[in-house]
């Protein structure tokens, strides 16, 4: 008899949002009567989102991040982290033409990358700790590794931003990320860093690739350039998009993986 | 493999059912309109002889656009194609919008694209209607293509939104 599939879950408030674990894993093999090297390495990968929140976090008065960016501290004080999301950042912004960018009006603020990143991360250390089938969802921004059940890719539905009960677009994947910026929840908050304006002509841009960082990154930059991501998307090895506009219409790249969608 | 492709066809103008289109009036915008003909792809338990009387019977042959076969899938459907249904009347109440056309690729037999390649801009009364909404599909018409949501992509929500998102729900739903 197959060994049945177990799905575990894990909700942590942090960072400002809601971080869903979903974990499959087999009865017979991977968990055990008490679950305990699953729920321990969930553990670890929730107190790493919690350094990076404390570390982070522009919220915070005292974080290392608010600190270095009234220049009370050096950057070779600050914890090894900072210097390379910084640098990230940086090599992000001239992938992006520069619409990426870690300040926000007129602070230092990564906040547009230490999210994917800090998710990417937290896989990272489930897939060291053998967790090999999960998925981590920081609030909409998707890294998943394997398989939920033999057979078949995780489904990521991409919540349409303009009838959030329903969903825009299904995209499956296997070892990947999907992350979505928007203004649907928290408003008309990506500013076009040429103009200094909120960017609203997209209601939502879903960027596809290998890893969350980037995927993160390029979707909060590509929302910012409106339908000029659709070009820059297109040039990316590894990456691909779909956007739906203020006005309901959208379209996607050419080797956007949905399986449901509709593109102009 | 005809009749495979045409309830295929089915599905999709089954998800077509869900498009929405940007009307002249703004109170009207975005609702779902419904597909005239729609049931028509309902066809697939007859024995396939005659598929003329089906509205959504793919009009053109199916175009091969890629490998045409695997060593593994001998079997129909392997490789992509790419189909083209044949117009299907819109309406929305009494209001006749117009013809949609839907064109669907397909690989080893799974849906991977579907774009409309016509689309309601016919009528005079709705002049505005020029371009068609990302449609909404629901957990409900997913589920019934055999698709389950396990997570969902979105802008980033609050702590208080996520408790009325879809999110919250898939994740009550593990332990």
Redesign the interface.
């Known amino acids: 008899m197959p060994p049945t599939t177990?799905?575990?879950?894990h909700?942590e408030?942090v960072m400002?949002?809601?971080v869903?674990f979903?974990i499959s894993a087999d009865d017979s093999a991977d968990v055990n009567a008490d679950q305990r090297p699953i729920r321990i390495a969930i553990a670890r990968a929730v107190s790493w989102l919690h350094r990076v929140d404390a570390v982070f976090s522009t919220y915070r008065d005292d974080s290392q991040i608010s600190r270095l960016g009234r220049g009370e501290v050096s950057l070779a004080a600050c914890d090894p982290d900072v210097a390379e999301v910084l640098d990230l950042c940086a090599q992000v912004g001239r992938e992006t033409n520069g619409y990426f960018s870690s300040t926000y009006g007129g602070r230092l603020d990564p906040t547009g990358l230490v999210?994917g990143w800090s998710i990417q991360r937290a896989s990272e250390l489930l897939a060291a700790a053998g967790v090999a089938r999960h998925?981590i969802?920081g609030?909409?921004?998707?890294q998943?590794v394997g398989q939920?059940e033999p057979g078949r890719p995780?489904?990521?539905?991409?919540?349409?931003?303009?009838?959030?009960?329903?969903?825009?677009?299904?995209?499956p994947i296997e070892d990947g990320a999907?992350?979505?910026?928007?203004?649907?929840?928290?408003g008309a908050h990506v500013l076009d860093p040429f103009t200094g304006r909120p960017a609203t002509t997209l209601a939502?841009l879903?960027v596809v690739g290998r890893d969350l960082t980037r995927a993160d990154a390029y979707a909060t930059a590509g929302l910012a350039m409106g339908h000029a991501a659709r070009g820059w998307l297109e040039s990316l090895d590894g990456y691909e998009g779909f956007a739906?506009a203020a006005?309901?219409?959208?379209w996607a790249t050419s080797r956007f993986?949905?399986?449901?969608?509709?593109?102009? | 493999m005809r009749r495979a492709i045409t309830a295929l066809v089915a599905t999709v103008v089954g998800l077509v059912l869900l498009l929405s289109f940007k009307t002249g009036s703004a109170k009207s915008s975005n609702r779902p309109v419904a597909l005239s003909g729609a049931t028509a792809g309902n066809d697939t338990g007859n024995d396939g002889a005659d598929d003329s009387n089906s509205t959504s019977t793919p009009s053109p042959a199916p175009s091969s656009t890629g490998p045409t076969s695997s060593p593994n899938a001998t079997a129909k459907a392997a490789g992509t194609q790419t189909i083209t249904g044949s117009s299907v009347r819109v309406s929305e109440g009494f209001r006749t919008f117009g013809s949609v056309q839907v064109q669907v690729t397909l690989t080893n037999g799974k849906i991977t694209k579907l774009v409309a390649v016509d689309y309601p801009n016919n009528d005079p009364q709705s002049s505005e209607i020029s371009q068609y909404s990302i449609p909404v599909l629901t957990q409900e018409v997913l589920a019934a293509q055999g698709t389950k949501i396990d997570i969902v992509s979105g802008a980033t929500y609050t702590s208080d939104a996520y408790a009325q998102s879809v999110q919250a729900a898939l994740d009550k739903a593990k332990s």
């Open positions: 177990r799905r575990l879950g909700v408030h400002g949002t809601v869903s979903d999210k998925c969802n609030g909409g921004d998707v998943a939920p995780w489904n990521v539905g991409v919540s349409h931003p303009l009838h959030p009960s329903g969903f825009a677009a299904v995209v999907v992350a979505t910026s928007g203004t649907a929840e928290r939502s879903t739906v006005d309901g219409t959208g993986p949905a399986t449901a969608t509709v593109s102009a």
